[in-house]
């Protein structure tokens, strides 16, 4: 019986949202070393069912695909596994998907590191790899083969050195900025949300700690695009704040 053992995973940070970069093989499958001895078939791609064809996912977006396949997991014991010996206990996978968000780096971050992040265009008679250094490069790629039948790869189809876990710092002090930028809806303004509520604060001025603040207006628009389907029942407005107050 063949199975698809998923050995590990580099997710790609894109501003708020993620390429989910797997790396995985059949267990029916092998390559030859430089050595010419056999070993597992590895390599990486997009991890994107039920959305064939995308590269780019939200935070929420990424919760379905987890539970998708976990689903498929629970469906076919045995046929999804973690290494040729063990295979996923039920809710692990969905887990381990998830985890790669936490895990995510930037093209630029895995660079520094040693990696070489590509785009592979499989609308070839052979596949063609394109090298992208940052990620105005990785974008702008997926935008030229936009129609194509395409992946996130790496350069080595066995390995990445994952970059260091970045640690949580000091919150910036938005205070130092001459304006930033807030969401507000008829509720409030906007606080958080989870992958069931949202919070708002409604008696809050617009500066208090408690509220999700932005450094540019452009990267609040990125943020309501990224979470558009969640926050499809609410109207929020993007609201300059300034040092002496309120933007009319």
């Given at each position: 019986?063949?199975?698809?053992?998923?050995y590990?995973?580099?997710?790609?940070?894109?501003?708020?949202?993620?390429?989910?970069?797997?790396?995985?093989?059949s267990?029916?499958?092998?390559?030859?070393?430089?050595?010419?001895?056999?070993?597992?078939?590895?390599?990486?791609?997009?991890l994107?069912?039920?959305?064939?064809?995308?590269?780019?996912?939200?935070?929420?977006?990424?919760?379905?695909?987890?539970?998708?396949?976990?689903?498929?997991?629970r469906?076919?014991?045995?046929g999804?596994?973690?290494?040729?010996n063990?295979?996923f206990?039920?809710?692990?996978?969905?887990?381990?998907?998830?985890?790669?968000?936490?895990s995510?780096?930037?093209?630029?971050?895995y660079r520094?590191?040693?990696?070489t992040?590509t785009?592979?265009?499989?609308?070839?008679?052979?596949?063609?790899?394109?090298c992208?250094?940052?990620?105005?490069?990785?974008?702008?790629?997926i935008?030229?083969?936009?129609?194509?039948?395409?992946?996130?790869?790496?350069?080595?189809?066995?390995?990445?050195?994952?970059?260091?876990m970045?640690?949580?710092?000091?919150?910036?002090d938005?205070g130092?900025?001459?304006?930033?930028?807030?969401?507000?809806?008829?509720?409030?303004?906007?606080?958080?949300?989870s992958?069931r509520?949202?919070w708002f604060?409604?008696?809050?001025?617009?500066?208090?700690?408690m509220i999700?603040?932005?450094?540019?207006?452009?990267?609040?628009?990125?943020?309501?695009?990224?979470?558009?389907?969640?926050?499809?029942?609410y109207?929020f407005e993007?609201?300059?704040?300034?040092?002496?107050?309120?933007?009319?």
């Amino acid at each position: 019986m063949s199975s698809e053992i998923f050995y590990d995973k580099a997710f790609i940070l894109v501003g708020e949202k993620y390429i989910p970069v797997v790396n995985h093989g059949s267990s029916n499958c092998f390559d030859f070393d430089s050595r010419g001895r056999e070993i597992p078939e590895k390599h990486w791609s997009v991890l994107n069912y039920p959305h064939t064809g995308r590269m780019l996912f939200t935070a929420e977006e990424m919760q379905e695909i987890a539970a998708v396949h976990e689903e498929a997991n629970r469906n076919n014991r045995g046929g999804t596994r973690k290494s040729r010996n063990r295979s996923f206990e039920e809710g692990e996978f969905g887990r381990w998907i998830l985890a790669g968000m936490k895990s995510a780096h930037t093209v630029e971050d895995y660079r520094k590191h040693g990696n070489t992040v590509t785009v592979v265009d499989y609308d070839r008679d052979y596949w063609q790899r394109h090298c992208v250094s940052t990620t105005e490069e990785l974008l702008d790629k997926i935008k030229e083969l936009s129609g194509h039948s395409i992946t996130v790869s790496f350069w080595d189809d066995r390995h990445v050195t994952h970059p260091p876990m970045r640690r949580k710092g000091t919150p910036f002090d938005f205070g130092t900025l001459p304006e930033f930028y807030v969401l507000r809806a008829a509720q409030g303004y906007f606080v958080k949300r989870s992958s069931r509520k949202i919070w708002f604060a409604r008696f809050q001025k617009p500066k208090s700690q408690m509220i999700r603040k932005f450094k540019t207006e452009k990267a609040a628009q990125d943020y309501l695009d990224s979470n558009q389907k969640f926050f499809s029942g609410y109207a929020f407005e993007i609201e300059c704040v300034q040092n002496g107050g309120v933007t009319a």
